[in-house]
Nanobody, 123 residues
Framework: QVQLVESGGGLVQAGGSLRLSCAVS????????IGWFRQAPGKERESVAA????????YYSDSVKGRFTISRDKAKNTVYLQMNSLKPEDTAAYYC????????????????WGQGTQVTVSS
């Protein structure tokens, strides 16, 4: 089993920045590809970023490309999502997820999920 705990959400003005953290515990951190999803009320869940288990491969949705950066710290068993130039449409609950596969390539749903952290961007 893998446990994921998100933190770092909050309220920020448009144009501001936030950094989300996903602390991973349980099985080997280095075995898992990890990503971030978001879901706004009334909208479908969206995969926004992902990073491979060795950090060599990343994925970004078109909606966040150039503004968000995903990274991972092996020493801290943590994955980060640095979010810059935030827009009101980035408002959503953000979830991190882990999977043994490159799930974003196959559109597979990851096996393990955190509880989420809310991000609200005011205009």
């Amino acid at each position: 089993q893998v446990q994921l705990v998100e933190s770092g959400g909050g309220l920020v003005q448009a144009g501001g920045s936030l950094r989300l953290s996903c602390a991973v515990s349980g099985r080997s951190f280095s075995s898992y590809n990890i990503g971030w999803f978001r879901q706004a009320p009334g909208k479908e869940r969206e995969s926004v970023a992902a990073i491979s288990k060795n950090g060599a491969m990343t994925y970004y949705s078109d909606s966040v490309k150039g503004r968000f950066t995903i990274s991972r710290d092996k020493a801290k068993n943590t994955v980060y999502l640095q979010m810059n130039s935030l827009k009101p449409e980035d408002t959503a609950a953000y979830y991190c997820a882990a999977d043994l596969t490159y799930y974003w390539l196959s559109k597979r749903t990851p096996d393990y999920w955190g509880q989420g952290t809310q991000v609200t961007v005011s205009s």
